[in-house]
C-alpha cells in the first residue's frame, strides 16, 4: 500500500511540474524554475518562524512571495541594471538560497527541516506523514490533501487560458498587440510555479525538483509537434520515470526522488538519441544520406 | 580573532578559494556562460560518490579524478545535445544540471545506507564546511592559484578573444577548442578544490557575482578582476569573521551575502552601472 502511495505522490508531482514545464521550456524560461525553487527557501524558514507551524497556508504565502520577488529581480536587474541574463540569475538564486541556508541553521532547533531535506528531500517520510483525525480516522499522507488541489488549479488555470497561454508561449509579440495582459500571465505561472515547488520540497527538495519541471517536458518537445501532444507525452514520461524509479531505488536502497530523476534523465537520453523526426541517430543518417546523393 | 591558528588557515582558504573563483569566473562570465559553473558544480557530486564507491576512501586524488571525470561529462553532454537538437540552451543546462545532481543524491544515499566507516563527511560537498579546511586544503587550493595565475599570464589574451572574436581566433590558425578545453579544465579544478568549502550551489555564486560587480565599474578585463578580486576578498573576510563570532552561522553563505552586498553597493555607485542613481550631473 505504502509503495502505490509513495508512486502516485511522486506521479502527481511529476504531473503538475510537467504541465507547467512545458509552458517555461517553450518560453525559454527554464532556469527560472531553478532559480525559484532555490529562492523559496528562506520564504519556507521565515514562514516557519513567524507562524511558529508547519501550516501549509503560511508556506506557501512565503514561498509564493519570494517565487514572485525572484522572477521580479530577475526581471529587473536585466531591463533597468543591464546585467546579463546569466549573472542575473546566478545572482538572485545563490543569494536567497545563502539566506535560507543561513535561516536553517540558525535556528535548526526551532524548525524541524534538516539541509538534506532542502536539498533531496525524502518520498518515504512524506508517505508515511499521514493525517490523522482525532477520533483516529487514517486519512492518509498530508501531501496528498495538498497536490491534489494543486493540481486540479493548475489544470483548470491551463484548461480556461489555454488558448492565451498558447498565444503567449509561441508568438509574445502578437500576444501584446491584441491586449493579452502578458506580465500578469507572466506572474500567475510564475506564481504556480512557486506553489508546486512549495508542496513538491519535501517530497524532492529544491534542486530535483527542477528535474520534474524540465526533463519531461524536454523529452515531449522532442517528440510532439503540438502543444497538446507535449503536455499529454511529458505526463506519460513523468510517470514512467515515478513508477520505474522508485522500484529502483527501493532495489539499490538509495533516494527514490534522486532515482526518478535519474530514469527521466535516461529516458531523455533515449528519445534524443532514437527520436524518429529530430533523433540524433536519425539526423546522421539523414546527412549521411544528403552527402551521398550530393 | 588571527590568534587562533585554525581561524587563520581557514582565512587564508577561503581567501585563495574566492581569488581562483574570480579569476576563472570572469573569463566564462564574457563567455556568458556564468551559469555553466552551476552546472558543472552540481555535475561533480557523482565523480565524488563513485571514486570514493570505487576506492573506500576520502583519498583527495581519487575524489579529485572522479569530480574531474564527471564535471567534463557533464560540460561535453551540454555540448553534444546542443548541436544535435533544437532545444533551448536553458533547457540543455537545467536538464544535465539536474540529471548528474540526481545521480549524485542516488550515489550518496546508497552509500549513506550501506553505511561505510569512511563515509561521513561525504555530506559536506552538499552545502560545504569551510570551518574543516586544514592546512593540506590549502596547499591544494593554493597550487590551483598558482596555476591559474600563471596560465592566465600566458593565454590572458586568448581567453578574452574567445569571448569576443572566436572567429579571429581560429583564422590566426589557435584552435578554439583547445582554449575552450583549458578553461573548462580550470573551471573544473576550481570547483573541485573549493566545494568541500562553500558546497555546490555558493561556489557558482562566487564565480559568478565578482565578475558581475567588476564590469560595474569598469569595461576592461583586467580590471573588472582586480574589483572582483577586491571585493571577494572583502566578502571571505566578512564571510570568516561572522562565523568565527557566531559558531553556528556557516561561512560560505555570508561570503555570498557580503559579496552581494557588493555587487547592490556597485550596481547603485558604479561608473558603469546604467542606474546611476547618484549620479552627479554634469551642467
Known sequence: MSDILTILIASLIGISCSILG???????????????????????????LLSQSRDTFFMVLGAGTFGFFTSFLVEWLQQKGKIQADASIGIVFTFFFAVGIILVTQYTQEIDLDQECVLYGDLLHVTLDVWLLTDGTNLGPKTLWLLVPLLLIIITFVVIFYRTLQIITFDIVFAQSIGIPVALFHYALTALVSFTTVTSFESVGAILVVAFFIIPPATAQLLAKRLQHMIILSIIFSIVASLLGYYLSVIFNSSSSGMIVVVAGLLFLLVFLLAPRGGYFNKKKLSHAATLSS | ????????????????????????????????????????????????????????????????????????????????????????????????LSFFFGLGIVLLTYIQNQGFSEQSGLDNFLLGRAASILISDVKIIASVTLILVVTIILLGRLFVAIAFDSAFLSQIGISTKLIQLIISTLTIMTITVGIQAVGI????????????IGRLWSYQVSRIILIGLLASILSSLIGVYISYTFPRSPTGPWIVVGLVGCFLFSLLFGTQSSLKVFEIRKI
Not at chain 1, 525559454?28 to 520564504?43: E, F, K, W, Y
Not at chain 2, 555553466?36 to 564507491?53: M, N, R, T, Y
Request: include cysteine; proline fraction near 3%.
Open chain 2, 1 to 96: 580573532m588571527l590568534n587562533s591558528y585554525t581561524t587563520l588557515i581557514v582565512l587564508i582558504g577561503v581567501i585563495l578559494l574566492s581569488i581562483n573563483c574570480t579569476i576563472i569566473g570572469t573569463y566564462n562570465y564574457l563567455q556568458k556562460k556564468s551559469l555553466l559553473a552551476d552546472v558543472v558544480a552540481h555535475s561533480i557530486l557523482p565523480g565524488i560518490c563513485l571514486s570514493f564507491l570505487l576506492t573506500q576512501e576520502k583519498d583527495f586524488l581519487w575524489l579529485f579524478i572522479g569530480a574531474f571525470i564527471t564535471g567534463m561529462a557533464s560540460i561535453y553532454t551540454i555540448d553534444f545535445i546542443k548541436r544535435a537538437s533544437f532545444l533551448g540552451e536553458d533547457t540543455i543546462l537545467g536538464i544535465v
Open chain 2, 201 to 212: 550551489v555558493l561556489i557558482a555564486a562566487i564565480m559568478i557575482i565578482p565578475p558581475a
Open chain 1, 22 to 48: 512545458c509552458f517555461l521550456v517553450l518560453r525559454r524560461m527554464a532556469l527560472l524554475t531553478d532559480a525559484i525553487s532555490h529562492a523559496v527557501l528562506p520564504g519556507i524558514v521565515i514562514a516557519f
